[in-house]
Every structure is written in C-alpha cells, then in structure tokens.
C-alpha cells in the first residue's frame, strides 16, 4: 500500500549536479518527516539530510553547502539536489519516510548516482 518511488540517479561527472526526487504514496505525506540516506558498495548506510513536516532541514557536515533537501506536498515528493558533485558521493541514494516517533519506518527503492570521469 505504501510506496516509495525514487528516480533522477545516473552518471555524472565530478563537478556536476543531479537532483533526485521521491514521490510517495499511501501515506499522508505532509505529515512525514523525510529523509535521504546512501549507501556506498562495502560501507554502512548512512544519513545524508532530513526535512520534517514542519520544514526544518538537517544535514551531515559533508552535504552541507552542497546538497538541499526540500519538499513539495502538493506533489507528495521530497527532493536532494546535489551539487558540486564528487567521486565519494557515488552510491546508492534511499528515500525515507516517518511520521513522528511511529516504529515504522518506510523505505524507497534506491538510486545509483556515479560520480566518474
């Protein structure tokens, strides 16, 4: 019933910009803090930024000044735009989804974002 759909991830070159985005269904969306993870191929997943229902943000030292997450609830979406892109930032992206202090916790896909020359 509840769904995460995240797309946007591809091939990009250091330096470069991409923006991901995370449509969600089944839940009320504006509700729900949102929140982007990665996970780099052999390490631990990690928190990259978040953004609650009341819109305050927080990031990770090494997305700061780089990426912003925002979210649109007309469109039931949260997006990442991440600039200034390097070859570290290569990973798979999730998507996340929770209201309040619930045990529950929703889960995108994943989105491979490479970063290469």
């Known amino acids: 019933q509840v769904q995460l759909v995240e797309s946007g991830g591809g091939v990009v070159q250091p330096g470069g910009s991409l923006r991901l985005s995370c449509a969600a269904f089944?839940?009320?969306?504006?509700?729900?803090?949102m929140r982007w993870y990665r996970q780099a191929p052999g390490k631990e997943r990690e928190l990259l930024a978040s953004?609650?229902?009341?819109?305050?943000?927080y990031y990770i030292d090494s997305a700061k000044g780089r990426f912003t997450i925002s979210r649109d609830n007309a469109k039931n979406t949260v997006y990442l735009q991440m600039n200034n892109l390097k070859p570290e930032d290569t990973a798979v992206y999730y998507c996340?989804?929770?209201?309040?202090?619930?045990?529950?916790?929703?889960w995108g896909q994943g989105t491979q974002v490479t970063v290469s020359s």
């Open positions: 996340s989804a929770r209201q309040g202090f619930s045990e529950t916790t929703y």
């Open positions: 089944g839940i009320t969306f504006s509700s729900y803090a």
């Open positions: 953004i609650t229902s009341a819109y305050s943000t």
